[in-house]
């Protein structure tokens, strides 16, 4: 119930349909009733022998007409006014959604697999949808026809009624437990159905993979796992949502019969006539459908907030980073960064210990060492895509959670191993980082990254669509749109880990003297495997199992560094 709360906030501000809405409710709820006078009325006119009889008859054939068009019409006003409700509840939450997941921080994503996100954001909200589309205008419609039914049937037959109403409790017992069971298993269902879908993302992302090790049939089977428990819980589900309807059903049975015995008893003893009786028992008819349709919405109240609750749990998480935002903002900056007994971990472990680094405005600075030593970790801590735990990390000496996180990542680019790039044309993912670039700005960058001459060699240059063009984009072509759309930002600080690994020794020609050309007056972390990319530094870093082991030249590490000599050794004098 608390996120049935929690998702009518989001159309608060349509307050003013409301009323109107609530006026169409009522009109239908009483047209729809007003059929029982119709019937009443008719028996009574068809039940004169003159001529009042015809002219009765006549106004019945008037009132029935008019009725019925008020009912049209008022269908037509609430499920209008309603689904416009329900609609903007849907694309508020959509859109609410996915800026609380655009601004979590990285751990939620290292965490938590994409599928399991896309499915909250397309399966549960459409279960939501569903509800207000249809639980809602059912829920409203069929409580004020139950209540006007109610109503009337009091005015024709008090007693009847109160025979009827004994039947309510027994049921909403049975009710009560059943929708219980049923928010326990909509959880579940939606949770199994997250995990199928995760396969169907991972094996659409990964296919190259899948093909490359002829792993089909397991992927297959491993779907059809996750498809078959996930029919299994829907089943159970299915159980409760399916055994409901019998359920009331044979009571709404049992109450007419009732209707039957008592109210034929009463024409027979001349206390109630045929029209009255013909009138409630068209009015017990309405009641007990509404009866039926309103019980299913339990459970659909329930299914909606498992629902919600899947798309709210994640919305809620924390990101600590901005909860602890600060408020320095600068137009520039100058690029220096310091490292003082810095320690961090992801969970346990203490994946950096005790750094201390002083890194001048525009030098540049290479991290070697072993695979897991915690390089990639450490350059991830300057655009605070992670906090430090203890320790200062300082930026021109001011404390890095000082500034506006917003802000100080302006300042800082990375070029990484795999850098993705969005659909849309080179020139838009180029411009990515600097919306309002002009195209002489972009050139002049995708230049200094040496990818202009084959961006011009593509048919369409830099309106090449890259979704289309796809795997045509090679990895050194894709690596040098990245340092292009890097650079373009004018980083004060620039990061590189790994960005020229993954290439040929052609390519990496190309994004070396790419790099070199950037590194000019900014502050540069390079991150390499490869000795020949990192031997311009000013000065290596060599790292291991989260320390610090060593800091110089080339050559000075050459001598004084065994980890270094032997990374020499290996690719120099093999
Ligand atoms: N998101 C994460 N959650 C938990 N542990 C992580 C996470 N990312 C990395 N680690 C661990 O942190 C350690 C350092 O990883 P890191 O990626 O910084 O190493 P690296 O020096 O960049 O290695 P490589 O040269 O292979 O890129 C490793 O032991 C790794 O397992
Ligand atoms: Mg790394």
Do not use: C
């Not at 349909?17 to 006119?45: D, R, S, W």
């Not at 015809?54 to 029935?64: P, S």
């Amino acid at each position: 119930m608390k996120e049935i709360k929690k998702l009518f906030a989001y159309i608060k501000e349509y307050w003013y349909i409301y009323p109107f809405a609530i006026v169409f409710m009522v009109l239908l709820g009483a047209t729809q009733n007003g059929l029982a006078y119709i019937v009443k009325f008719f028996i009574e006119a068809v039940e004169e022998t003159d001529d009042t009889g015809l002219d009765q008859l006549y106004t019945v054939i008037q009132l029935g007409i008019f009725n019925v068009l008020v009912l049209s019409l008022s269908k037509f006003g609430q499920d209008y006014t309603l689904n416009y409700l329900g609609y903007r509840l849907i694309v508020n939450l959509r859109l609410d959604s996915f800026r609380r997941i655009l601004y979590l921080p990285m751990r939620f994503f290292k965490n938590m697999e994409s599928g399991d996100i896309i499915s909250r954001l397309t399966n549960d909200i459409n279960k939501i949808q569903n509800f207000f589309k249809r639980g809602i205008p059912d829920m409203i419609t069929h409580s004020t026809t139950l209540l006007i039914a109610l109503y009337l049937m009091i005015t024709i037959n008090f007693k009847l009624v109160l025979i009827i109403l004994a039947a309510i409790p027994i049921m909403l017992v049975f009710l009560h437990y059943l929708g219980k069971f049923m928010k326990k298993y909509v959880e579940k269902t939606q949770g199994k159905l997250a995990k199928t879908v995760s396969v169907l993302q991972e094996v659409i992302q990964g296919m190259e993979v899948v093909k490359l090790f002829t792993s089909e049939e397991r992927e297959y089977d491993k779907f059809e796992d996750r498809n078959a428990s996930f029919f299994k819980i829907a089943m159970k589900r299915i159980k409760a949502k399916t055994m409901h309807i019998p359920i009331i059903e044979l009571f709404g049975y049992i109450a007419l019969i009732i209707v039957f015995w008592i109210g034929g008893k009463e024409i027979i003893q001349g206390k109630m006539s045929v029209a009255d009786f013909m009138a409630f028992f068209t009015l017990a008819g309405n009641a007990s459908n509404s009866i039926r349709r309103l019980s299913n919405l339990h459970i659909f109240i329930n299914e909606t907030s498992g629902a919600a609750k899947r798309i709210f749990d994640m919305m809620e998480e924390r990101n600590e980073i901005l909860d602890n935002n600060g408020t320095i903002k600068k137009d520039e900056i100058k690029g220096k960064v310091e490292f003082k007994n810095v320690y961090f971990k992801y969970s346990e472990t203490d994946i950096l210990k005790d750094i201390n680094l002083t890194v001048k405005k525009g030098e540049t600075i290479a991290f070697v060492g072993p695979s897991g030593a915690g390089k990639t970790t450490l350059i991830n801590l300057i655009p605070r895509l992670h906090d430090v735990y203890s320790g200062k990390l300082l930026i021109d000496g001011i404390n890095i959670k000082d500034f506006d996180v917003h802000n100080i990542r302006k300042h800082i680019s990375v070029v990484g191993q795999n850098n993705f790039l969005f659909s849309g044309s080179v020139f838009s993912n180029i411009k990515y980082g600097k919306p309002d670039a002009t195209k002489e700005e972009v050139v002049e960058a995708a230049k200094a990254a040496y990818a202009h001459d084959f961006i011009e060699n593509f048919e369409e240059g830099y309106d090449t669509d890259i979704a289309e063009r796809g795997a045509k984009i090679s990895g050194g072509q894709g690596q040098r749109l990245a340092i292009a759309r890097a650079i373009l930002v004018d980083p004060a600080i620039l990061l590189f880990d790994e960005a020229t690994s993954s290439l040929d020794s052609e390519s990496e020609k190309y994004v070396q003297e790419a790099i070199d050309n950037l590194v000019e007056n900014r502050t540069t972390f390079i991150v390499a495997h490869r000795l020949s990319t990192i031997l311009d530094a000013d000065r290596i870093v060599v790292m291991d199992e989260g320390k610090i082991v060593n800091i110089g030249s080339h050559e000075e590490l050459l001598e004084r560094s065994p980890i270094y000599k032997k990374l020499y050794d290996i690719q120099f004098n093999a």
